[in-house]
Nanobody
Framework: QVQLGESGGGLVQAGGSLRLSCAAS????????MGWFRQAPGKEREFVAA????????YYADSVKGRFTISRDNAKNTVYLQMNSLKPEDTAVYYC?????????????????WGQGTQVTVSS
């Protein structure tokens, strides 16, 4: 198992930026694909972004493409989510997650390890 802890959430005005971090401990971080998901009140948890083990491939939900950037530093056991041009509809609890398998990287069911989440609130 790998343990995950998110940080960097907060309150920001529309059009602003935030950078989320997710620190991992336990198993070898580079063995895991990493993803960011979010859950707004009353809604299902949804895919936001993901990155493969080496960091050479990234994947995004259409709603955040061009505004958010996922990256990882395997030497620091950390994955990041840079969020720019934030909108009120981006308001949610953001979770990082780790996947050890090879299947659909956008499917939350492929992730067996989750952080506790960090709140992001975007005011209009």
């Amino acid at each position: 198992q790998v343990q995950l802890g998110e940080s960097g959430g907060g309150l920001v005005q529309a059009g602003g930026s935030l950078r989320l971090s997710c620190a991992a401990s336990g198993r070898t971080f580079s063995n895991y694909r990493m993803g960011w998901f979010r859950q707004a009140p009353g809604k299902e948890r949804e895919f936001v972004a993901a990155i493969n083990r080496s960091g050479s491939s990234t994947y995004y939900a259409d709603s955040v493409k061009g505004r958010f950037t996922i990256s990882r530093d395997n030497a620091k056991n950390t994955v990041y989510l840079q969020m720019n041009s934030l909108k009120p509809e981006d308001t949610a609890v953001y979770y990082c997650a780790a996947s050890s398998d090879m299947y659909d990287i956008k499917d939350k069911r492929r992730y067996g390890n989750w952080g506790q989440g960090t709140q992001v609130t975007v005011s209009s």
